[in-house]
């Protein structure tokens, strides 16, 4: 790998999401799992039909001037972008976290809409300061008493209104021979996410 293209994977990794403010917002839209690479154009629309910008989602390293959106990693494939609104035609989407700046996108086969809830789920893994949050071992029920240790992947598994059920194992990764444990957590206050969310390990 060149430096130059390092340097650029170090730019668009995203970083953990925290703090993402749900107010007046429907979701997320992101690509569809029926996606079939056959029209890899993704068109942001002015109000008025006009092109604002458009992206190649097999385009790995080219950044796009203005286009601050919730995770964008082309080389994963992981597009995130909080939605304003749904029309029979069209999504309108937030293209900078910064400005607040909205475009529209066509509605198509090639995206869907998350609900903040689908959204957290479909997130590699979370987490949290310990010390700050309780894990319970169920909803409003009493502390566990196997913590995860430090710098140990948190798998969010299910969502109950402001509470998250989290999932850990005594090793890593889980498999067949891990011991699982699991509790719950609050994931959001009001309209605000909590935890930070990591798409990717």
């Known amino acids: 790998m060149t430096t130059f ?3 650029l994977l170090l730019i668009l990794l995203p970083a953990p999401l925290y703090g993402q403010n749900m107010t007046n917002s429907i979701g997320v839209v992101t690509i569809s799992d029926d996606f079939d690479n056959s029209d890899h154009i993704l068109e942001f629309l002015n109000d008025d039909g006009s092109v604002w910008n458009a992206i190649n989602l097999f ?3 080219k950044p796009i001037e203005g286009f601050i959106i919730m995770a964008f990693h082309p080389d994963y494939f992981l597009y995130k972008i909080k939605c304003k609104e749904k029309t029979s035609e ?3 989407v937030v ?3 910064e400005t607040g700046l909205t475009k529209r996108i066509l509605i198509s086969s090639k995206l869907k809409l998350q609900t903040w809830e689908e959204y957290v789920l479909d997130v590699f893994t979370v987490s949290f300061n310990i010390s700050e949050t309780s894990i319970l071992d169920k909803i409003n029920g009493s502390p566990v008493t196997k913590l995860p240790v ?5 798998f969010p598994k299910e969502v109950k209104g402001e509470w998250m059920r989290i999932i850990w194992t005594d090793s890593n990764y889980p498999t067949d021979d891990s011991i699982n444990y699991s509790g ?3 994931w959001k206050k009001g309209n605000e996410i ?3 969310l990591h798409h990717l390990s």
Do not use: H, M, S, T
């Open 5 to 7: 293209r390092l340097l």
């Open 150 to 154: 430090k710098n140990q992947f948190l």
């Open 59 to 61: 385009d790995e390293w």
């Open 90 to 92: 069209y999504y309108r």
């Open 194 to 196: 909590i935890v930070r």
């Open 184 to 186: 719950w957590i609050k």
């Open 95 to 97: 293209v900078n976290e």
